[in-house]
């Protein structure tokens, strides 16, 4: 990891101390999961912005679901709370605010994906 | 230090459904490197597919489950296994981001043996799947203790029941109403072998006889 990639890191995006545990010190396993998750988001994301326009709350909640999931797997914090807002929306059925959490939640994601991205060349 | 240094996790085979590649990816390398053999699946009805038709060594006898999967959730699939022929003793672990009493006891109440939430910790992952590996191998261990007991009983010949006997030459009547010697019915009917000695009184008294024999 470079120094300036730890600098520029903000703790809440990614949090790369607690990825190393969790892959038990493998840095090759912590670049493997950075890399699937970025092929993931190609087809996730779209998926995501149409159940949000359809006001579809099954295919929005199941599709918030595995994002948490996965963004907690990497210790992506934002990322893992705003995913986890989504989807009790979508449980609950008040779509409401859907329109502004997803735009925040994509918004995260680019952060997210820029910060994989530098790790993924770090590592 | 994990406990693999301690223990080799021998042959236990482990099934992961997980839908969410990441969380997958994470399990099966991290119960790999501990020593565990692991098959993926990547939704429920996959999971089940490979539950009812892997055979034999290949069959998993420890199953990490996510809750929610499409097609076939974990829950559901805890309660198949629970109600199908040959899966009630299957070692369940359910795995979920749901962390509330309340999904807790739903889970276990399904059929799910333990518990673990999302995001896992490498080393709770470890300990549980070890205790399961430990129930797995005390089941097997009883199952095939019960199996030979069961084998040893059925060889045993057991007498019971009333039994006539002659009061003078000591026949005993069989079961198909023959009259036969005592020695020959023990040994027809048991696992005893008999050896031939003389007790003490008929000692004395043989001797006796043999003694009063006129030279």
């Known amino acids: ?123 | 230090m994990t406990f693999a240094s301690l223990e080799r996790p021998s042959s236990v085979r482990i099934l992961v459904a997980e839908d969410d590649p990441i969380t997958q990816r994470l399990l099966q390398s991290t119960l790999a490197r501990l020593g565990w053999d692991v098959i993926t699946a990547p939704d429920g009805l996959e999971a089940w597919r490979l539950l009812e038709t892997l055979e034999g060594k290949d069959a998993p006898e420890l199953v990490l489950l996510d809750w929610m999967m499409p097609g076939l959730d974990g829950i559901e699939i805890c309660r198949k296994l629970r109600t199908t022929r040959g899966f009630e003793l299957m070692y369940i672990i359910l795995l979920t981001s749901r962390s509330g009493k309340e999904d807790l006891a739903m889970g276990l109440a399904a059929g799910a043996n333990d518990y673990i939430t999302k995001p896992f910790h490498p080393a709770e992952l470890e300990s549980r799947v070890r205790v399961g590996q430990r129930v797995v191998k005390l089941q097997t261990s009883l199952a095939a203790r019960i199996k030979e007991l069961e084998a040893a009983l059925s060889e045993v010949k057991q007498l019971q029941g009333l039994l006539p006997i002659c009061s003078y030459c000591k026949k005993v009547r069989n079961e198909a109403n023959y009259w036969q010697q005592v020695e020959a019915y023990i040994t027809s009917t048991s696992d005893v072998q008999l050896t031939h000695s003389v007790c003490p009184s008929c000692m004395e008294r043989v001797m006796r006889e043999i003694e009063e024999v006129p030279r």
């Open chain 1, 1 to 123: 990891m470079t120094k300036s990639a730890s600098v520029s890191a903000s703790p809440e995006v990614l949090d790369e101390k607690a990825l190393l545990v969790t892959v038990g010190g493998d840095r090759g396993l912590a670049r493997e999961l950075a890399q699937i998750f970025l092929q993931e988001l190609d087809s996730r994301m779209p998926e995501m912005a149409s159940a949000v326009l359809a006001r579809d709350k099954t295919r929005l909640q199941f599709a918030a679901h595995v994002l948490r999931g996965s963004a907690a797997s990497l210790s992506a914090t934002r990322v893992t709370n705003t995913a986890a807002e989504l989807e009790t929306m979508a449980r609950a059925g008040e779509m409401a605010t859907a329109d502004a959490t997803f735009a925040r939640l994509k918004g995260e994601l680019g952060s997210l994906s820029a910060r994989l991205t530098m790790l993924i060349r770090d590592l």
